[in-house]
C-alpha cells in the first residue's frame, strides 16, 4: 500500500508494504516530543510518519491543537510552518517557530550565520558559499530487503540556510524511507 502526504506542497509517498514499514500505525503520535523529533533523538521513521500523517490528515485540527501550534504563511512553499504556542528548546536554542519539509521537521532559528550550529552538532557543509549553507550528518542508514521489496531507512541531521529566510537557520531531522 502506498501512503501519500503533502508537506510544505510536496508529495510524500511512503511505502508500507514490509512489516517494518506497516508498524507506524501502532504509533500513538500525542506521545511524540516535537524537540527531540525535530533534533533526531529518540525516534524512528515510523514515528515521524505517524506525527505527519496526523498533522496532514482529516484529524489535523487536534493534532495543531495538541501539539500547540497555529500555522503561518510560509514564503517557501517547500516548507510548511508553525508558530508553537509556547518557545521549545532544541540544540540549546529556544525557537517559536518550526516548519516542515518533504521529510522532517525543523527549527527555524533566529541565526544568520549557520557555522556555529552546525559545528556544535558536527555537520559538514555540502554547499557552503555566502547566499547558502547546507549540510548533514547521517544519524542512522540502514538498507533491508523482505519480500523481494528492498528499502533503504536514512535519519539525518540537517542544517541549511534558504533565502526565502534571510537571517535565519534551519536545523532539523530528515527521517526517509525509499523504495530501491
Known sequence: MI???????????????????????????????????????????????????????????????????????????MLKQYRLARPIEVFGRTTSLIAFNSSGPMAVLDEADPHPLATQLKIEPAIDVPAKFMGERVISEKTETADGLTTQTRITLNVSTVTTHPGRTLAGCSYRIEVM
Open 3 to 77: 501512503k501519500t502526504l503533502i508537506v510544505g506542497g510536496l508529495a510524500l509517498a511512503l511505502t508500507c508494504a514490509s512489516p517494518a514499514l506497516a508498524q507506524d500505525d501502532e504509533i500513538d503520535p500525542k506521545t511524540v516530543d516535537l524537540a527531540k523529533l525535530i533534533a533526531c533523538e529518540t525516534y524512528d521513521v515510523p514515528t515521524y510518519n505517524s506525527v505527519a500523517f496526523w498533522l496532514a490528515g482529516t484529524e489535523g485540527a487536534d493534532a495543531r491543537r495538541h501539539f500547540g501550534l497555529t500555522e503561518v504563511k510560509s514564503p517557501n512553499f
